[in-house]
């Protein structure tokens, strides 16, 4: 079955075994180690305040969350779903509330910062902003994931989707970022000094983390997909992020607090770790399936070929024959003493090939028609002999001898007398021109026909010429395959093809002393005729 554009998405793919438990891997690697440090009790342990970190830590986030908001936005373009564009526009949220937050950090581009006031405590309130924001974009994600197709945004463009979340994100960002500024005096207060954190924090920390805590539990719940289990583990890093670096004590340049910058690196490039290598795993696909595609077109063209040699093939004997019996037809004519009698005679024979040839062209449509065949009882032996009457002259004028075996037996069999005969010509013509290539020696064209031990018929056709050699046998009765330099290759196909359709096999194998044998092997149930039945 094709598989829908939205199938591909990883809002929409489910989350195989092996992602379950990678996903649940890294959660437990991320919850261990936040126990671990904080069981030692080390996390209050003042550090070094690296000053270069905290501008490598804000752009890394920047790059990162923009990054996975345009993938994430990319995929809301392909299925349209408003969930998906809230995610989207919660990562925007986090990448763009970074700039204010950067330029606000005591000691990154100015002493105090760059937005002026006591920039210590909007720097936190913008971290707030930044963190508190994020768990409710996943909360409302969460929450209209499941929403009917008929609630997805087919009536506006994705573009102009897009562009309207991001301005309102950028313009929610920078009204609240001018607020906090200008109303910094009247709010209170989140630092005890620069470093150290006031008892509000721990109760914003709390808030934070219950929305954290909200945002899994409604994954959790709704969980569905891929894009569903990775963010429970963004949101149980958030968390992580904001215990460790809240409690017991909350101070900056801690080692909770570089723990909790280790947790929000991680969790801001998870998400785009995991649709970067999903969206290689579906470009492979893509591929593959070009290659498939280009391939099956490659077949299409080589069936297409083989078709036209087919009938190309069919037909150029009864049209050689044609126009050899019209040239004679016409030098009776042009004769001194014109021989009309004799001329009339090989204007017969040019309507008999006529018919013959349409025939044959029908016998192709049927052949490719399985159903248009008209199968009768026919009289093997009596066939053979028609044929040969057909290439009666090329035999005289090769100089081959011509040896009919049969027991005399009435062997019938039911067919399609023109793909039969088909067959047989096909067979004879090849020996004949196998007994020509070689030149000199005796050429002799064997036909043979007997009732097997089975029941079955067997026919063969054998002659004295140059023989298969041993690395053309597997590949004589591929289409398009000739030594020939006139070839089409199509002759032992096309045989192949009719004789399977009748029930039967084709073999080829070397006569002895030399030469070739094409038998031709026909089983009992296409074999009991009425009147031996
Ligand atoms: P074509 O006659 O156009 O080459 P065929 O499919 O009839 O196409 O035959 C494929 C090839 O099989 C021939 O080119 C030839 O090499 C080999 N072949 C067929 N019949 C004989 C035969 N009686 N003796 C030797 N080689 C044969």
Redesign the pocket.
């Known amino acids: 079955m094709a598989s829908r554009e939205g199938d591909l998405v990883l809002s929409n793919l489910p989350p195989s075994r092996t992602q379950q438990k990678l996903a649940l891997s890294v959660a437990l690697v991320i919850v261990l180690a936040a126990f671990l440090i904080s069981a030692t009790g080390e996390q209050q342990v003042r550090l070094a305040a690296i000053d270069a970190l905290v501008p490598l830590y804000g752009m890394a986030m920047f790059a990162s969350d923009s990054i996975t908001a345009v993938l994430l936005f990319t995929q809301f373009s392909i299925v349209r779903s408003r969930a998906l564009l809230v995610i989207s526009s919660g990562y925007v949220w986090t990448a763009l509330v970074v700039i204010p937050w950067l330029l606000s950090f005591p000691g990154v581009f100015a002493p105090r910062g760059l937005l002026g006031g006591s920039s210590s405590e909007i720097t936190v309130w913008l971290y707030t902003l930044w963190h508190a924001g994020f768990p409710v974009f996943v909360i409302v994600y969460a929450l209209l994931k499941d929403a009917e197709p008929a609630m997805r945004l087919r009536r506006f463009s994705a573009g102009s989707a897009i562009l309207s979340c991001i301005i309102v994100t950028a313009a929610s960002i920078s009204a609240a970022t001018y607020l906090l500024i200008a109303l910094q005096p009247y709010l209170p207060s989140f630092m005890i000094d620069a470093v150290m954190f006031s008892g509000l924090w721990y109760y914003t920390a709390a808030i934070i983390a219950l929305l954290s805590a909200l945002a899994i539990i409604l994954l959790w719940v709704r969980r569905k997909s891929l894009l569903d289990l990775w963010l429970m583990v963004v949101m149980l890093v958030f968390l992580t992020e904001v215990l460790i670096s809240s409690f017991p004590v909350s101070a900056r340049f801690t080692l909770g607090w570089y723990a909790g910058r280790t947790c929000s690196l991680l969790s801001g490039s998870l998400i785009l770790f995991v649709l970067l290598y999903e969206i290689t795993i579906v470009y492979a696909r893509l591929i593959g399936a070009v290659r498939a595609q280009s391939r099956e077109r490659g077949a299409r063209l080589i069936t297409g070929d083989a078709v036209a040699a087919t009938i190309a ?1 069919e037909i150029k004997q009864p049209l050689a024959a044609i126009i050899t019996r019209a040239e004679t037809g016409l030098r009776w004519l042009d004769r001194t003493t014109p021989e009309p009698d004799k001329a009339k005679e090989q204007f017969k024979e040019i309507v008999a090939d006529g018919r013959r040839a349409g025939a044959v062209m029908e016998g192709i449509r049927a052949n490719f028609k399985k159903d248009a065949q008209i199968r009768t009882w026919l009289d093997i032996n009596m066939l053979i002999e028609e044929t040969l009457t057909l290439v009666h002259s090329d035999l005289q004028q090769q100089r081959i001898l011509v040896r009919i075996e049969s027991r005399g037996e009435l062997l019938q069999i039911m067919g399609d007398r023109i793909q039969l005969q088909q067959v047989l010509l ?1 067979l004879i013509t ?2 004949i ?2 007994m020509i290539a070689v030149g000199e020696g005796p050429r002799i064209l064997g036909v043979r026909s007997e009732l097997n031990e089975d029941g079955g018929v067997a026919v063969s056709v054998s ?1 004295t ?4 050699e041993p690395q ?1 046998i597997d590949q ?1 009765f591929n289409p398009l ?4 330099p006139e ?7 096309i045989c192949r093809s009719i004789v399977e359709s009748h029930d039967g096999n084709l073999l080829a194998f070397p006569n002895s002393p030399q ?2 044998v ?1 038998q031709i092997v026909l089983r009992p149930s296409m074999t009991t005729s009425p009147a031996s039945a």
Do not use: R, V
């Not at 010429?465 to 298969?468: A, F, L, R, S, Y």
């Not at 395959?481 to 020939?484: G, N, S, V």
């Not at 070839?487 to 196909?493: F, I, N, P, Q, R």
């Open positions: 093939h096909n090849n020996a021109e196998a002659d010429g140059k023989g298969i053309d004589i395959f000739t030594t020939k070839g089409m290759g199509m002759g032992l196909s030469g070739a094409f």
